[in-house]
């Protein structure tokens, strides 16, 4: 079966610019979390998405934001681009509590 | 104060040693425990949960201490392949969420020939 898959693995944009990253669960989970991971950092938390509802917010500010579609894929979109959001972004999918398996990431680099 | 606080290292040791690492969390609502292990540039993989019985997985053990809200993770015989970053991970639930993993910053394991 496949793993975790996100789209795209890189991407380059400059502030101020809009960006949708994508994530497919393995197959049967339900569940779907975004997380984003800054260089000499943990993985902190995002969204975490259940059955196509929002289940959990991290402490971001407005500008992003997330939604899972009825397949249980998920996008996550950032407007208004800072220097600061550029990082390693992660999708986990789940299908019980605490068990999440991540995807590769998207790796977001803002200039 | 961090939620979940590691040491973060590097820990440098030779091939064959034995190597601890340790993790505090704050949160008491904390419900599950993982050791996850990430290589440079790549995704978080799960290494093993943590139970309060302490677990064991071949050269890796595990052990969690609920009144010092502590997570240990030991790593006996080092192999060249266990040079990686180590995440010490909690679940805590919230309302109808299936739980937010937060992690700490990761300890960062090389083990030299």
């Known amino acids: ?23 497919s669960p393995i197959s049967g989970h339900k569940s779907v979390s975004w997380y984003q991971q800054v260089l000499g950092q943990g993985p902190q938390f995002i ?21 899972q579609f009825p397949n249980y894929s998920s996008e996550l979109n950032v407007n208004a681009l800072l ?12 299908l019980v509590m605490g068990e999440q398996f991540f995807g590769p990431g998207t790796r977001l680099t803002v200039l | 104060r961090k939620e979940v606080e590691q040491d973060p290292g590097p820990f440098n040791v030779p091939e064959g040693a034995t190597v601890a690492f340790n993790c505090t969390y704050s949160n008491s609502a904390s419900q599950s425990f993982f050791w ?41 015989d080092s192999k060249l392949s266990d040079s990686a970053t180590y995440l010490c ?8 969420s299936q739980g937010n993993l937060i992690f700490g910053k990761g300890t960062k394991l090389s083990v030299k020939p």
């Open chain 2, 89 to 96: 991970v909690v679940n805590i639930r919230y309302g109808g």
């Open chain 1, 1 to 23: 079966d496949a793993g975790v898959t996100q789209s795209p693995t890189h991407l380059i944009k400059t502030r101020g610019q809009h960006v949708t990253l994508r994530c």
């Open chain 1, 47 to 67: 969204f975490q998405y259940y059955e196509k509802e929002e289940r959990g917010r991290g402490n971001f500010p407005d500008r992003f934001s997330a939604r």
């Open chain 1, 83 to 94: 220097l600061g959001d550029s990082a390693l972004y992660l999708c986990a999918s789940s």
């Open chain 2, 36 to 76: 996850y292990r990430q290589d440079c540039r790549k995704e978080p993989k799960l290494l093993m949960s943590v139970y309060s019985s302490g677990n064991e997985d071949g050269r890796f053990t595990a052990q969690l201490n609920r009144a010092s809200q502590y997570i240990s993770l030991l790593i006996r």
